[in-house]
């Protein structure tokens, strides 16, 4: 019984940063796993980062490690995910995802709660 609402994303040039921002209706972040996916045109959704509510432990996607950062606010309900120097590649529609038993963070289908997606674009 959770909604969960992305905001944060645009236009930016290469090199340039951005934060999305993740809160949840319904219902309090507490025991869950949050995790950041990005899904690019024409491209299979890709894992990013999650972390863990309850211990506060991140994991990430090789591709992003010493760029992105992903921290919680636990006053607001919200997942956060700083974007440093973003690349073109980096270009993809970013959904945040909640769920209780996972089993491997990079799966998909096991969160259970998705967002709508935000759109990030980085230019040359």
């Known amino acids: 019984q959770v909604q969960l609402v992305e905001s944060g994303g645009g236009l930016v040039q290469a090199g340039g940063s951005l934060r999305l921002s993740c809160t949840a209706s319904g219902r309090t972040f507490s025991r869950y796993f949050v995790g950041w996916f990005r899904q690019a045109p024409g491209k299979e959704r890709e894992f990013v980062t999650a972390?863990?509510?309850?211990?506060?432990?991140?994991y990430y996607v090789d591709s992003v490690k010493g760029r992105f950062t992903i921290s919680r606010d636990n006053a607001k309900n919200t997942v956060y995910l700083q974007m440093n120097n973003l690349k073109p590649e980096d270009t993809a529609v970013y959904y945040c995802a909640a769920g209780v038993n996972i089993e491997t963070l990079d799966r998909g289908y096991e969160y259970d709660y998705w967002g709508q997606g935000t759109q990030v674009t980085v230019s040359t």
């Open positions: 972390i863990s509510w309850f211990v506060s432990r991140t």
